[in-house]
């Protein structure tokens, strides 16, 4: 398997509160991903990177931040979190061809 | 990125060869087509990928054809672990920033 982490795996939270979901890779991809997954929407991209400091929005980028200061960690920021924003989110990496999933953060706001 | 329109589900009994087909008809020139897996709990996992005709590997087959408007996903021999969901994605691995992934078919394999 790809060397894709994810950080933490399980997380509950408050509205309100600031979330940040970490992404670790150790193959040194250019491409990194921050997707959300729902029941009934399948797979949503949030945000990407094309690489260090280079982001840019997916279909679903409202209320996520995203930043890429170094090629091994993209970070996922929830400014404020809301319950709307309960789901499970995937980080993936690629090098043009194939992306590689990581296992996934569980985030619940409450 | 090509638009793909795929069943949303299916059911197939083990031991059966299932195939799953995707339209994508306004698929472009430097576009290839690629299926995920994924499992509950788990992020999708890369399976196949083609531009044309047919791709095989250990897992399944791709066919593709002339037209490219469609293709078809083919599992030999299906078994319980098979269930899943399958996505196809259609896109320029070259040039394509990113890569967005439609609902998936979810496959019931049953005994």
């Known amino acids: 398997d790809a060397g894709i982490t994810q950080s933490p795996r399980h997380k509950v939270t408050e509205t309100g509160t600031p979330v940040t979901l970490r992404c670790h890779q150790t193959?040194?991809?250019?491409?990194m991903y921050w997707y959300r997954q729902d029941p009934g929407h399948g797979l949503r991209l949030i945000h990407y990177?094309?690489?260090?400091?280079?982001?840019d929005k997916g279909e679903v980028s409202d209320g996520y931040s995203v930043s890429r200061s170094k090629t091994e960690d993209f970070l996922l920021t929830l400014e404020s979190a809301t319950s709307s924003q309960t789901s499970v989110y995937f980080c993936?990496?690629?090098?043009?061809?194939?992306?590689?999933f990581g296992p996934g953060t569980r985030l619940t706001v409450l | 990125l090509a638009k793909t329109t795929q069943p949303i589900s299916m059911d197939s009994y083990e031991g059966q060869e299932v195939n799953i087909t995707c339209s994508h008809n306004?698929?472009?020139?430097?576009?290839?087509i690629t299926w995920y897996q994924q499992f509950p709990s788990q992020g999708p996992r890369f399976i196949i990928q083609?531009?044309?005709t047919k791709v095989t590997n250990e897992v399944a087959s791709l066919f593709i054809p002339a037209d490219r408007k469609s293709s078809t996903l083919s599992l030999p021999r299906v078994s319980l672990s098979d269930t899943a969901v399958y996505y196809c994605?259609?896109?320029?691995?070259?040039?394509?920033?990113?890569?967005?992934f439609g609902k998936g078919t979810r496959l019931h394999i049953l005994p």
């Open positions: 993936a990496i690629s090098e043009y061809d194939t992306q590689y």
């Open positions: 193959e040194n991809h250019r491409y």
């Open positions: 990177s094309y690489g260090v400091k280079d982001t």
């Open positions: 306004n698929i472009a020139t430097n576009d290839y």
């Open positions: 083609g531009y044309k």
């Open positions: 994605l259609v896109g320029d691995v070259l040039q394509d920033d990113k890569i967005i």
